[in-house]
């Protein structure tokens, strides 16, 4: 069963976080991260079967987002939901940075695939 109110409450934080990081990494697609945080939401607080702790976990859910411009507020839900700390958000498109403007696999738990247009 879907929690509105703890949904709605993480859609929220995932919109928050997503201008801040566009903000401070001086990065675009702020539309296409505001318009998923609701279905991230819904999908990350009742849909999904993950375990931050154990991201690899073989019978965790796989979810992939094809539209990698949306990267930062899949990292903000993965820092919401545990897999990552929310401080790293703070470096998001920074220089060295593993949080990159487009979704990347590596060395991001919970990031199944490399998506975006340039993320091909």
């Excluded at 703890?6 to 801040?20: D, V």
């Excluded at 607080?45 to 949306?70: C, M, Q, T, V």
Aim: net charge positive.
């Amino acid at each position: 069963m879907i929690d509105i109110k703890k949904t709605e409450l993480l859609s929220k934080k995932i919109r928050k976080h997503a201008l801040k990081m566009t903000h401070l990494g001086n990065s675009s697609h702020i539309g296409s991260n505001l318009s998923i945080a609701d279905i991230l939401a819904v999908l990350y607080g009742s849909i999904l079967y993950y375990n931050s702790n154990n991201p690899n976990s073989e019978n965790r859910d796989r979810f992939i987002l094809s539209k990698g411009h949306a990267g930062a507020a899949l990292y903000a839900t993965l820092a919401e939901c545990g897999f990552i700390p929310l401080e790293k958000l703070k470096t998001h498109c920074q220089n060295g940075s593993d949080l990159s403007g487009h979704i990347s696999h590596k060395e991001i738990p919970g990031v199944e695939l490399s998506t975006g247009s340039l993320g091909h």
